[in-house]
């Protein structure tokens, strides 16, 4: 990524031959190169850094040394695409070997210019190996420091500003360090400094249950890089990331109002990262603010999955990032809708009626083409209705004419009900509407947002809860399966509330008529249902009590006849 | 046949104590129960489930899970922190082994037998060595926060899974480690309550089944750590679980007193994938059901509300026996009321205290089912609270009313009764017996001059009892042969003659009162005793199995009566071996020889031996019938079983006088209004 610009190197292997290519995507030029080869050993691991438009490639190979490969990095002109494969040259940096005593080597990363890091298990003569973390100092050809890993690695490092990860036995473990510049006397062990390996934190992965742990996690780990002195610097990224540190959120962002996009989001994902716990939800907020700001200025800006990847890690809520929601109906951004609604504790709801607003009016055919989480609906959403789309027609859900007695639930014609068992609405657009289902509202704020909304969606909506209602009702226990779905209880408080604020234009409509006479004579049902079992009741407890009043003498005397 | 005054009692306040654990013996035929009060009860299932053995319990000793281990050793752990062996066969709890770790919630016994593991409040599990003279504390295994409120071990005895507040773990038993922890809330979204683990098993598949406060059943592969099916079976907590053996099935137990059945059925019909599926529900209680086992044949559950349920599988039962019904026990196999005929009086044994009533009376006649006027009420004579933390094992009064008699595991008190006029008093025999305690069963005389007492080790004392106010030790009688097992049921002759007493090997001696000699053994029928009693005119022996078989052995003769050698070659009628609860006494009628009066908990019966025994065809229950006949009809249904099922649940009935009977009732609403309120849950248009 030198002078804005990403660099690419990537390497291959075909016959025993290694090759080495540098692409750099934005002037769409690549290079291949074709590495040396070495008797009796491979390369196992491969990094690269780059400094004065030189590449330098670190390959660890088996038979225990590092080896470097400069690769300068060209200006493109047409004679050297001609250039078919240059073969590079490899000087030996390093032997990775202590008092006798080889370090098999499994991955290598650079920590600076003058160290680099190797993970492996050392193999004592007579002892089972043992892994261990090393850092090399490669001007000295000397072994630094090193760490034993007693529970076994994957073989795997990272490296990520001057901390090390890597997977030590079932944790992943955090290993912050720091290099001192390279002298002589750190070299052969003269200086005594705080460079440890012991400060570890590690991420275990038994407790990783919920949001709020991983970030405390980070936050922690943030106070912890706060706390260490300047560190080595080693490309740009790591010189924004400590004046991020300080400056203020507000300044950075007005910094950034004019960078690139890529920078920006870059920049921005470093901030929330490093923010400090405190106002973290402040900053998150901010940064949110900032991105929509940007997307309102720039109307082909909408950072669609960073947004929708803050929304899903953070806890935020409406009132931090006002105008999100709004920003998102107007991209038709459905899925960020969609996790917003789950996800926000309060918004008004103005904005949930315009998401059910948005969500009803949307064809089928647009909604197949976005992304939406299915959870909430696939479990009880039939697929292979999902193809015949929603109809517009309503005629068919109704029961005959002829059905005018109260027995709604027994006598329903076959035909009808097979009718009545597939899903209204798409499963895309169920999962959306369960998504409305599920978010916080007040009946007194949504019922006159509820009377604007056009009277085919309002049939569709209500035919769709009735449609949740019948499916609950199918499981004992009234429950729907799946993550999220809707409960009973929702289903029919929005069903109430839709019919109090549509109910005229449910009255008047044709196509609504048999749904709502349905639910009428459903209801009908219930209420005789019920005051015949309160009048049960009533005779129970009489009866209960004439036997208890029976009962209750706690001694009598009785004639007793035995034949 | 006549008529009697029934004196119908339902003062006795007796509330059983909840059903707190369960455990089946493996391979065996018992089950052990522990209630919330400390008593520990033995079932036998080959005895038609009678409650063998009773250890009444102790303030100081909660019992919060119970074992079987190393055969037929009953070991139990409570919140006093001790782990108790319970001595079978003297009915006592073995002086408690101390956990170290605080109140004890959980213990389980490895599939040999051979170590215990207890799961403490301080988040430990300890293993304990069970050895010949107890146990011995073995080692610690990793401890971690939060207490250990249920365990399980692998079938091969390598790894502990314990279960507590939101997570479980798994433990390495060779190195002690915990290799795996597993929260089990986080499904939940924004779950804040605590999920509370109340029961778990670790399958030899290695699938964790945790049963949680959230209603969940789960399946977890301890190995990968993950959730291989959760099951919500319930909307309030799921308080136990129990596996079958075959790990086929699972019982589980909720708080709102249901109970449900999981198995693990094919996926598709002759499939191989399989997958555990809820099939059965049974709302058997009406609170908690803190326990349940699951045996090849059924599953058992004990609730709060006292109840222990057996509900057997149908489809792992061949044929149609005791077994194939389901079968619901309240109240105890034994009696907890004495009868002092002359005097009129009532005793009532509660866990710690007893109480002394008067019965009313009446001047009035009537015909059959008519309330007679009372023209003197009943009356609460006294109450006697029992010393100390104890609880009473037997109690008894003598015919005239002027001894009462009580014993706890360390001491037997006797008392003497002052009645004047309308005041009571008592007053502390001097010199009570010192005997090596406790005593099982205390039986006065019928002249009111002796007491037997039931002991240890099959032998039972006899002291003479002296105006006004002594005792003395007249004689220890033994079964020749000796024998292991305590005494728990006497009968003395109406002539003073004849002791027959039962012990817990359920032999039953004779011995011979006139010469303190022993005089015979009944033949040995392999069925546990529930009640006995002498004839007073003809000294025959009246005996009733808890497989509901009834003999009749001539003391005198030392022999069978021809009557019960009838009865034995044509069987009992069929509804009558069906039955639910044993007869758990027997009284006789002094003006009619032919006639035995007995009970069990839902019918009271006159068997007139003078009229032919009931083929199976016949009806067994014909009372009502019969009084609908004309005199002159009823001839020829008549039959010797008389049953009348007018008072229930009974637990005690005596004949006062020839035409006077007292029946003791316990209404079951009457103690269910004394529990605690059982989960709320929604009925319709509420």
């Not at chain 1, 260490?228 to 991020?244: D, G, H, K, P, Y």
Request: aromatic residues 8%; glycine residues 6%; hydrophobic residues 40%.
């Amino acid at each position: 990524m030198e002078g804005q610009q990403p660099v690419l190197i990537f390497t291959t292997e075909k016959d025993g031959n290694f090759f080495v290519y540098v692409q750099k995507p934005k002037l769409s030029s690549l290079h291949k190169y074709k590495l040396e080869q070495q008797k009796s050993a491979k390369p196992l691991c491969f990094t690269a850094h780059i400094t004065n438009q030189t590449v330098t490639l670190l390959c660890l190979y088996s038979n225990d040394s590092v080896y470097q490969v400069l690769i300068p990095l060209q200006q493109d002109t047409e004679e050297e695409k001609k250039v078919k494969e240059e073969i590079l040259s490899k000087s030996l940096l390093l032997k990775l070997s202590v008092s006798g005593a080889v370090l098999k080597g499994t991955s290598l990363v650079v920590v600076d210019k003058d160290h680099v890091a190797v993970l492996g298990s050392l193999a004592a003569s007579g002892n089972k190996p043992k892994e261990y973390l090393t850092v090399w100092n490669t001007k000295f050809q000397t072994l630094q420091t090193s760490k034993e890993l007693p529970l076994g690695t994957s073989g795997q490092l990272w490296c990520y500003e001057e901390k090390f990860f890597l997977f030590h036995g079932r944790v992943l473990t955090v290993i912050l360090y720091k290099c001192e510049t390279s002298s002589l006397a750190a070299a052969v062990g003269k200086l005594k400094d705080s460079q440890t390996l012991d400060v570890s934190s590690f991420v275990n992965w038994n407790t990783l249950e919920d949001e709020e742990q991983v970030v405390s996690f980070q936050s922690q780990q943030s106070v912890a890089l706060k706390g260490e002195s300047r560190m080595n610097l080693r490309s740009r990224r790591s010189t924004v990331a400590e004046q991020s540190g300080t400056l203020s959120v507000g300044q950075l962002l007005l910094k950034l109002k004019n960078a690139s996009t890529y920078v920006l989001e870059t920049e921005l994902r470093q901030l929330m990262a490093k923010a400090p716990t405190p106002d973290l939800q402040a900053t998150i907020g901010c940064v949110v603010t900032a991105l929509i700001d940007r997307c309102k200025r720039n109307p082909k800006y909408y950072p669609q999955t960073f947004l929708q990847e803050i929304v899903e890690t953070r806890n935020l809520s409406y009132s931090l990032c006002p105008d999100l929601m709004a920003v998102a109906l107007e991209k038709k951004d459905m899925h960020l809708l969609q996790i917003c609604l789950e996800r926000f504790p309060d918004i008004p709801e103005e904005i949930t009626y315009a998401c059910l607003k948005a969500f009803l009016s949307m064809s089928e055919e647009y909604l197949k083409s976005i992304d939406v989480n299915l959870d909430s609906a696939i479990c009880y959403v039939d697929v292979e209705y999902d193809d015949m789309g929603f109809k517009t027609e309503t005629l068919e859900n109704g029961f005959s004419a002829e059905m005018e007695q109260d027995m709604c639930d027994t006598k329903i014609p076959t035909e009808s009900r097979s009718d009545g068992e597939s899903c209204p609405v798409g499963l895309r657009k169920a999962a959306l509407l369960n998504a409305v289902l599920h978010s916080a509202y007040t009946e007194t704020f949504l019922l006159p947002h509820l009377k604007n909304l056009p009277p085919q969606q309002a049939v569709l909506f209500l035919r769709y809860l009735y449609y949740l209602y019948v499916k609950c009702s199918e499981k004992v226990n009234t429950t729907l399966p799946g993550v999220r779905s809707p409960t009973i209880n929702q289903i029919m408080d929005w069903m109430c509330l839709l019919l109090d604020a549509q109910f005229t234009v449910m009255a008047m409509l044709p196509e609504a008529k048999d749904l709502v006479s349905n639910l009428h004579r459903f209801v009908r049902a219930q209420v005789r249902f019920y005051s015949e079992l309160n009048k049960m009741e009533g005779s129970l407890r009489e009866l209960q009590r004439l036997n208890l009043l029976r009962e209750s003498q706690t001694y009598s005397i009785e004639v007793l006849e035995i034949i | 046949m006549g008529e009697f005054q029934v004196h119908r009692v339902r003062f006795f306040g007796l509330v059983p104590a909840g059903v707190r654990c369960l455990a089946c013996q493996p391979r065996g035929t018992r089950l052990a129960l522990a209630r919330t009060d400390g008593t520990v009860e033995v079932y036998n299932f080959a005895a038609n489930y009678f409650q063998e053995k009773v250890i009444p319990g102790h303030e100081a000793r909660s019992v919060e899970s119970l074992c079987w281990a190393a055969g037929a050793r009953l070991f139990g752990a409570g919140l006093g922190g001790d782990i108790t062996e319970y001595d079978l066969a003297g009915l006592s709890a073995a002086r408690g082994v101390d956990g170290g770790g605080g109140p004890v919630w959980s213990m389980v016994a490895n599939g040999t037998g051979t170590q215990l593991a207890i799961g403490c409040e301080d988040g430990s599990v300890k293993i304990f060595q069970v050895v010949a003279e107890g146990i011995q504390f073995e080692r610690n295994l990793d401890r971690r926060k939060g207490r250990v409120l249920c365990l399980s071990w692998h079938p091969s005895d390598t790894h502990i899974v314990a279960g507590s507040i939101d997570f479980f773990r798994v433990i390495d038993v060779a190195s002690g480690q915990t290799v795996q922890r597993i929260m089990v809330n986080h499904q939940v979204e924004k779950a804040k309550r605590e999920c509370v683990v109340w029961a778990i098993a670790l399958l030899s598949s290695g699938t964790v089944v945790s049963a949680d406060s959230f209603g969940r059943v789960q399946f977890w592969d301890w190995q990968q750590g993950t959730l291989a099916e959760s099951c919500a079976v319930s909307t309030s907590a799921v308080l136990s679980l129990a596996v079958s053996e075959k790990e086929d099935s699972i019982v589980v137990g909720t708080s709102s007193g249901a109970t449900y059945q999981l198995q693990l059925l094919p996926v598709r019909l002759g499939g191989l994938e399989k997958q555990w599926v809820r099939t059965k529900v049974f709302q058997f209680h009406s609170h908690d059901v803190r326990a349940v086992a699951h045996s090849p044949t059924a599953l058992i559950s004990g609730g709060l509300d006292a109840q222990l349920v057996i509900r057997p599988l149908m489809e792992k039962v061949q044929k149609k026996s005791y077994d194939a019904v389901l079968r619901k026990f309240i109240f105890p196999h034994r009696r907890l009321v004495s009868c002092a005929r002359k005097a009129r009086l009532l005793l009532f044994q509660f866990s710690q205290y007893l109480e002394l009533w008067r019965l009313g009376s009446t001047e009035e006649t009537g015909k059959d089912g008519e309330v007679l006027p009372l023209c003197q009420m009943p009356e609460h004579l006294l109450q006697l609270k029992s010393k100390g933390p104890e609880h009473i094992y037997c109690s008894s009064i003598s015919p005239c009313g002027t001894w009462l008699g009580y014993s706890t595991a360390s001491r037997l008190q006797l008392y003497r009764v002052h009645c004047d006029g309308d005041g009571v008093s008592l007053s502390k025999v001097p010199k009570a017996p010192k005997l090596l305690p406790p005593a099982y069963q205390l039986q006065f005389s019928a002249a009111s001059d002796s007491l037997f007492v039931a002991s240890a080790r099959g032998a039972v004392h006899v002291f003479q009892l002296q105006e006004p106010g002594g005792c003395k030790h007249l004689h220890t009688l033994r079964p020749p042969s000796g024998c292991s097992e305590a005494v728990y049921l006497l009968a003395p002759s109406a002539d003073g003659h004849w002791l027959a007493a039962v012990s817990g090997d359920w032999a039953i001696h004779v011995y011979n009162l006139k010469c303190f000699k022993h005089h015979c053994v009944v033949p040995s029928y392999d069925c546990a005793v529930s009640a006995l009693a002498i004839h007073p005119i003809t000294n025959n022996l009246v005996i009733a199995y808890s497989d509901q078989q009834l003999s009749e052995f001539s003391i005198p003769e030392k022999q069978y009566t021809g009557w019960s050698r009838a009865v034995q070659s044509r069987g009992l009628h069929r509804v009558w071996l069906e039955r639910d609860s044993p007869i758990t006494h027997i009284t006789f009628n002094p003006k009619n020889a032919a006639h035995i009066l007995l009970h069990d908990t839902f019918l009271l019966c006159v068997l007139d031996k003078s009229l032919p025994l009931p083929d199976d065809g016949a009806i067994l229950m014909n009372q009502s019938t019969l009084k609908q006949l004309p005199e002159t009809a009823r001839k020829r249904q008549l039959h010797a079983f008389k049953i009348c099922k007018k008072f229930q649940p009974l637990l005690f009935m005596d004949l006062l006088d020839k035409n006077c009977l007292v029946v003791v009732e316990r209404p079951i609403m009457d103690f269910k209004t004394q529990l605690p309120q059982p989960v709320q849950q929604k009925k319709f248009g509420t």
